[in-house]
């Protein structure tokens, strides 16, 4: 059996990381709360309720940030003739946040990009539709999909 977020064959824990139960290996088990331990013989097999979610065909909208967040954010700044300390007092933001952003050394959550889309009446939040499913994200061979997987598909699809 797979470890469900690196991919791993190995001996799996059935763990609670960030309130999501997942079968993981003995690696990734010390990311959460271990509740138990999978017998190799018999696979965990997961309630109804997950496996219609998790195998669903249909495409999963999700909200990304744009990749020119930084860019867009300092163009926007400069046109209101501002400076990052004003726009962070402005926000109810740290400067230092907005200088990581703005300079592109770290990507803003989703509240703080909807306070600088509101702000500066700019777009930063685009949906994305997820296809759920290996054979859609062309992972041929597969019979799911690990993290690693979404976040190289994710990887692929920026632009």
Known sequence: MNCDMCGKE?????????????????????????????AIEQPFIEPEVEQTI?????????????????????SAREKKDLKQEEVAKLINEKESVLHHVESGKSIPDLT???KLEKFFSIKLIEQYVDQPTAKAAGLKGKEGMTLADVALIKGNNRR
């Open 10 to 38: 190995d001996q799996l824990f059935k763990t609670e990381i960030e309130g999501t139960m997942m079968n993981v290996c003995k690696n990734c088990a010390s990311y959460g709360k271990v509740v138990g331990r999978l």
């Open 112 to 114: 703080l990009a909807r």
């Open 54 to 74: 998790i195998r669903s065909s249909k495409p999963i909208p999700i909200e990304i940030i744009v990749t020119n967040f930084a860019s867009l954010i300092k």
